[in-house]
């Protein structure tokens, strides 16, 4: 008997105990809970708006595409400054590009390069930053200004880049457009000779390198880099 009422006074004590820390510790962990429920319902409400703003900025993107097809440059152009200013995901930065595409498309070049520069200077993602170098190079090819493509795709030519092999392409051609035939021929053979260059292109360059054998600037290559070699076994110093 004695054993049984320790143990219900035992109890109640613990009980008492538990209350006791319930009232000073409760309102805490009920209002932590809340809190963790706020952040896992307010992430999901992110998610769904952020989900949301991009399926509106899709929808845009999608009718200002369809205004540049159709020929409404003006409506199309404005929609793409639109999703540029306020758009959402990635869309932005495809806007930039479709818009610099569409002024090309109208024959405005210099705009167009001034579009693909600001790109480059603004946009955060490095590889999105050369390609828009690379775009403004093929723009500036029929110009013939070899300075002004080197700037902006010269960096891109270093072994094992991506996109070396476009940037010696682009260079060539403002070579060549310039009428420095040898130096065009140096960088259509760079691309040849490697092994990674993509198919398409090799292909281009091989009628490149052809137009140029048909002008005779390859024999006339050769026998300069004939001359260069015993120039520079001479200068060598002996052993």
């Given at each position: 008997?004695?054993?049984?009422?320790?143990?219900?006074?035992?109890?109640?004590?613990?009980?008492?105990?538990?209350?006791?820390?319930w009232s000073q510790f409760g309102p805490w962990i009920i209002g932590a809970a809340?809190?963790?429920?706020?952040?896992?319902?307010?992430?999901?409400?992110?998610?769904?708006?952020?989900?949301?703003?991009?399926?509106?900025?899709?929808?845009?993107?999608?009718?200002?595409?369809?205004?540049?097809?159709?020929?409404?440059?003006?409506?199309?152009?404005?929609?793409?400054?639109?999703?540029?200013?306020?758009?959402?995901?990635?869309?932005?930065?495809?806007?930039?590009?479709?818009?610099?595409?569409?002024?090309?498309?109208?024959?405005?070049?210099?705009?167009?390069?001034?579009?693909?520069?600001?790109?480059?200077?603004?946009?955060?993602?490095?590889?999105?930053?050369?390609?828009?170098?690379?775009?403004?190079?093929?723009?500036?090819?029929?110009?013939?200004?070899?300075?002004?493509?080197?700037?902006?795709?010269?960096?891109?030519?270093?072994?094992?880049?991506?996109?070396?092999?476009?940037?010696?392409?682009?260079?060539?051609?403002?070579?060549?457009?310039?009428?420095?035939?040898?130096?065009?021929?140096?960088?259509?053979?760079?691309?040849?000779?490697?092994?990674?260059?993509?198919?398409?292109?090799?292909?281009?360059?091989?009628?490149?390198?052809?137009?140029?054998?048909?002008?005779?600037?390859?024999?006339?290559?050769?026998?300069?880099?004939?001359?260069?070699?015993?120039?520079?076994?001479?200068?060598?110093?002996?052993?």
């Amino acid at each position: 008997m004695s054993d049984e009422i320790f143990h219900e006074v035992d109890e109640d004590l613990r009980n008492e105990r538990m209350r006791r820390l319930w009232s000073q510790f409760g309102p805490w962990i009920i209002g932590a809970a809340v809190v963790i429920v706020l952040i896992v319902a307010g992430n999901e409400a992110w998610r769904w708006w952020q989900s949301s703003q991009q399926n509106a900025s899709a929808e845009q993107f999608v009718a200002a595409l369809d205004q540049v097809e159709e020929g409404n440059y003006d409506e199309g152009i404005a929609a793409l400054n639109e999703i540029e200013a306020n758009g959402a995901g990635n869309y932005p930065a495809l806007a930039s590009f479709r818009e610099a595409a569409a002024l090309a498309q109208q024959g405005k070049i210099d705009e167009a390069v001034a579009a693909y520069d600001a790109i480059a200077t603004s946009q955060g993602d490095q590889r999105l930053r050369e390609l828009s170098s690379l775009f403004a190079a093929y723009l500036l090819v029929d110009g013939g200004d070899p300075l002004a493509v080197s700037q902006r795709v010269g960096d891109l030519q270093v072994d094992g880049h991506p996109l070396r092999n476009a940037a010696r392409e682009a260079l060539g051609l403002t070579y060549y457009q310039a009428g420095q035939f040898a130096e065009a021929l140096n960088q259509f053979e760079a691309v040849a000779n490697d092994p990674a260059a993509p198919r398409n292109l090799a292909q281009r360059v091989g009628l490149y390198l052809a137009q140029l054998e048909s002008q005779g600037v390859a024999e006339e290559a050769a026998p300069a880099a004939e001359e260069a070699a015993p120039a520079e076994t001479e200068a060598a110093p002996s052993e």
